[in-house]
C-alpha cells in the first residue's frame, strides 16, 4: 500500500489545483476581454496545462473518468472561443454563448472535484481513526475534515457525513481511553465544528450522546473550551443538560485546579453558563461556594503556578499567553454575567444580586475589601 501513496499525493495536487484554476476561470471568463486580458490568458494557459497531465492520470482511474470528461468538454469550449476572433454580431454573440458555457462547465468541474476531494477526506478520516496506530495522522485527518466544515455548509458533503457515521465515530474515539491526549482534543473540535456546520442535524447527537461527559472526563484547558463553545452554539437545552447531569461542580472544581489555563477557561465556561442558563443553573453554581473561589481568584492568592508556567515557557520555547489580569474583578464580571443574562426575569436577577452581595460579605476578609467588591457589583469597576 505504502508504494501507492506517492501516486495519490500526486492526483489530490494536481486535483486542487484544477479546481482552483477552474474557480479562476469563472472569474475571469468574459466574452469580450476573455482573449486579450492577460489574467484571463494566464487562467487559460494554467488549465490547459494542468489538463494535459490530469487526462493522462485520471484515463487510468475509474473514479476520475467523469472528471476527465468534464476536463475534455472544457478543453474543447476554450478552443471553440479561441477561433471567435470576429467584432460582427454574430462572432460577439457566439463569443459569449461559449464563454458562458465555459464558466458553467468550469463550476460543474470545480464541483466534481469538489465532491471527488471530500469522499477522500472522509475515507481517509474512518480508516485513520479506525486503524489507531499514529497519533500524527490521526490528527491530521482530523485536522483536515473540519478544515472541510469550515468553509461552509455543503448538502452532499453532509449526506457523506452521515453515511458514513463520522459523529458516532468521533464521539467513540473522544471516549476511549487508549486514545491519546491529542486526538481526542481534536476530535472534541471536530464535534464543536459539525455543530456550527447544521445544528439541526449535530445538536440532538451531542445533548443524547456522551460527549459532553467525556469533556468534563478530559479535564483539559481545550475540552473546557469546547463546552463552553457548544454552551454557546446549543445555548439553553445544552446548559440544561449540564445542571441535570451534576456536572456544575466539576465546572467549578477546575476553578481550583493547578492547571492555570483550565482555570481560566473553566472561568469563561462559568460565565457563558450563568449568562444562558435559568435561575437553578446560578444557584447551582453559587450553592458550590462560587463566590468565594472568585475572591481567592482575584486576590491572586495562588500566583505562584504562574511564575511556574512562565519557567516551562523558557524551557519549552512556547508562550502561553498569560495575563496576570485575567482574573481582576471576576466576582462583579460573574454579576454582571447574571443581570445582563438571558434566563432570569427581572426580579430573579435583584434576588440573585443580593445573593451574591451577602456571599461576598461572607467571603470578604475586611470591610475595605467587602466595600470595593460591592463597588463594583452594584455600580461597575472604577476605570
Not at 54 to 64: D, E
Not at 302 to 328: A, H, N, P, Q, T
Request: proline share 2%; net charge negative; with cysteine.
Amino acid at each position: 500500500m505504502d508504494h501507492d501513496q506517492p501516486s495519490k499525493h500526486r492526483v489530490l495536487t494536481l486535483l486542487n489545483s484544477l479546481k482552483q484554476a477552474s474557480k479562476d476561470l469563472q472569474i475571469k471568463t468574459n466574452p469580450f476581454t476573455f482573449l486579450f486580458k492577460t489574467d484571463s490568458k494566464a487562467a487559460v494557459e494554467a488549465l490547459l496545462e494542468l489538463e494535459s497531465k490530469a487526462i493522462t492520470i485520471f484515463s487510468t482511474n475509474p473514479n476520475l473518468y467523469n472528471l476527465s470528461h468534464s476536463l475534455t468538454t472544457l478543453k474543447t469550449l476554450i478552443e471553440n472561443l479561441e477561433k471567435c476572433k470576429g467584432y460582427g454580431l454574430k462572432s460577439i454573440l457566439q463569443r459569449q454563448i461559449i464563454s458562458y458555457k465555459i464558466s458553467q462547465a468550469s463550476s460543474s468541474l470545480e464541483s466534481e472535484i469538489q465532491t471527488y476531494l471530500d469522499r477522500v477526506i472522509i475515507i481517509n478520516l474512518v480508516k485513520t481513526l479506525q486503524e489507531q496506530n499514529n497519533e500524527d495522522e490521526q490528527v491530521k485527518a482530523i485536522v483536515e475534515f473540519e478544515q472541510r466544515l469550515l468553509s461552509g455548509f455543503d448538502l452532499e458533503f453532509q449526506d457523506l457525513i452521515l453515511r458514513a457515521k463520522i459523529f458516532t465515530l468521533l464521539e467513540r474515539t473522544l471516549i476511549e481511553p487508549f486514545s491519546s491526549k491529542r486526538v481526542r482534543e481534536e476530535s472534541a473540535m471536530a464535534i464543536a465544528d459539525l455543530v456550527k456546520f447544521n445544528k439541526n442535524v449535530f445538536v440532538g447527537l451531542v445533548l443524547m450522546g456522551p460527549t459532553i461527559k467525556a469533556l468534563i472526563a478530559m479535564s483539559s484547558e481545550c475540552s473546557i473550551k469546547v463546552i463552553s463553545l457548544l454552551v454557546r452554539l446549543i445555548r439553553s437545552p445544552l446548559v440544561d443538560e449540564i445542571l441535570s447531569n451534576g456536572m456544575i461542580p466539576k465546572i467549578i472544581g477546575f476553578l481550583l485546579s493547578s492547571d492555570w489555563c483550565l482555570r481560566v477557561a473553566a472561568l469563561d465556561c462559568v460565565f457563558e453558563l450563568c449568562y444562558i442558563g435559568r435561575r437553578e443553573v446560578v444557584e447551582a453554581m453559587l450553592q458550590q461556594e462560587l463566590v468565594k473561589i472568585l475572591m481567592i481568584l482575584q486576590r491572586k492568592e495562588d500566583l505562584c503556578d504562574v511564575e511556574e508556567i512562565r519557567e516551562k515557557e523558557k524551557v519549552l520555547g512556547v508562550d502561553y499567553d498569560l495575563d496576570d489580569s485575567v482574573f481582576d474583578g471576576c466576582v462583579s464580571r460573574f454579576a454582571i454575567q447574571v443581570e445582563i443574562g438571558e434566563g432570569l426575569s427581572s426580579e430573579e436577577k435583584r434576588e440573585v444580586k443580593l445573593e451574591i452581595l451577602r456571599l461576598v460579605k461572607e467571603a470578604s476578609q475586611s470591610d475595605a475589601e467587602f466595600a470595593t467588591v460591592s463597588a463594583e457589583i452594584l455600580w461597575g469597576s472604577s476605570p
